[in-house]
């Protein structure tokens, strides 16, 4: 269950990445520049590609890629783990903690600055910014002040006609009772 939470967050932070889908050409190519990088003096990984309902997962030597989920953010989870167990800053440490998070974080970033992928994640980060922009765009301006005042007058006037029929129609009702009682005053003389 922890795993899973662990996961759900990792989502929540990264929605940019995940699911966006990149190539096993792609992937090992972040691989290894990310092994040169964070790694030096390590062999980049060996990597490995499996598929069906077979767990991704990874250490110093050798990361395992589920080809049929594979993901950016999926890449970046694997990798902090190799990265992790060649030099943990933790001596003693559980698989999914906040030190593999960090990594993973550095990792996305990368991606997204660098623009790994070459044929889609440019265009999935663009398109989506543009669906942000547009739904920015097409929220409707904060009322003026002005406008505010108009719409509570609006809403006054409204309650004080409704209170202005409710009482003509007692106002009649009451004349009619009165004309009535007259006429009966009247025929009793
Ligand atoms: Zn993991």
């Given at each position: ?21 990149c ?8 691989i ?6 964070h ?50 800053r ?98 009793a003389?």
């Amino acid at each position: 269950m922890a795993h899973l939470k662990y996961y759900e967050d990792e989502e929540k932070r990264w929605p940019e990445l995940n699911r966006i889908r990149c190539s096993e050409s792609e992937a090992n190519e972040a691989i290894r520049a990310w092994s040169s990088t964070h790694t030096p003096g390590h062999a980049p990984p060996v990597v490995v590609y499996t598929s069906g309902n077979r767990i991704s997962h990874a250490y110093a030597r050798r990361i395992v890629l589920n080809r049929d989920c594979l993901d950016w953010l999926l890449v970046a989870h694997e990798f902090a783990h190799v990265w992790q167990d060649r030099d943990s800053r933790q001596p003693k440490r559980v698989w999914h903690d906040s030190e593999h998070a960090e990594r993973v974080d550095i990792l996305c970033r990368s991606i997204i600055r660098e623009g790994w992928d070459r044929q889609g994640l440019a265009e999935t980060l663009a398109r989506r910014e543009n669906a942000r922009r547009d739904r920015a765009a097409a929220k409707p301006p904060p009322p003026s002040p002005r406008q505010l005042k108009i719409m509570r007058r609006r809403e006054q006037v409204a309650r004080l006609g409704r209170k202005v029929k409710a009482l003509t129609t007692r106002l009649k009702t009451a004349q009619r009772s009165l004309r009535a009682l007259e006429r009966l005053e009247g025929e009793a003389k």
